[in-house]
């Protein structure tokens, strides 16, 4: 049997913005699209989606992590820093 290689496959993106638009309090669906923008170097929709996830789920740390991760590699040590005082 032959596989059906004219079938198109959904972009990751669209998976997760479909899932997201039936399940927007899924947390770890913002985390997860967070990071495959920040892959993409799209760091604004990147930063977004972490504190989506974040806002969903505050038990959930891992969104809040991603947002400090990035700011510290974007702006430094100390504007992560002033972002963790502040959440």
């Given at each position: 049997?032959?596989?059906?290689?004219?079938?198109?496959?959904?972009?990751?993106?669209?998976?997760f913005n479909s899932l997201l638009q039936m399940y927007p309090r899924?947390?770890?669906?913002?985390?997860?699209?967070?990071?495959?923008?920040?892959?993409?170097?799209?760091?604004?929709?990147?930063?977004?989606?972490?504190?989506?996830?974040?806002?969903?789920?505050?038990?959930?740390?891992?969104?809040?992590?991603?947002?400090?991760k990035l700011h510290t590699d974007?702006?430094?040590?100390?504007?992560?820093?002033?972002?963790?005082?502040?959440?």
């Open positions: 049997m032959r596989p059906a290689s004219n079938l198109r496959q959904p972009a990751p993106r669209e998976g899924f947390d770890e669906g913002h985390l997860q699209l967070g990071k495959l923008y920040e892959r993409e170097r799209k760091l604004k929709e990147a930063e977004t989606e972490y504190r989506k996830s974040y806002e969903v789920n505050p038990g959930n740390l891992g969104g809040l992590l991603a947002i400090v974007r702006n430094g040590f100390r504007e992560a820093l002033r972002l963790l005082s502040e959440e």
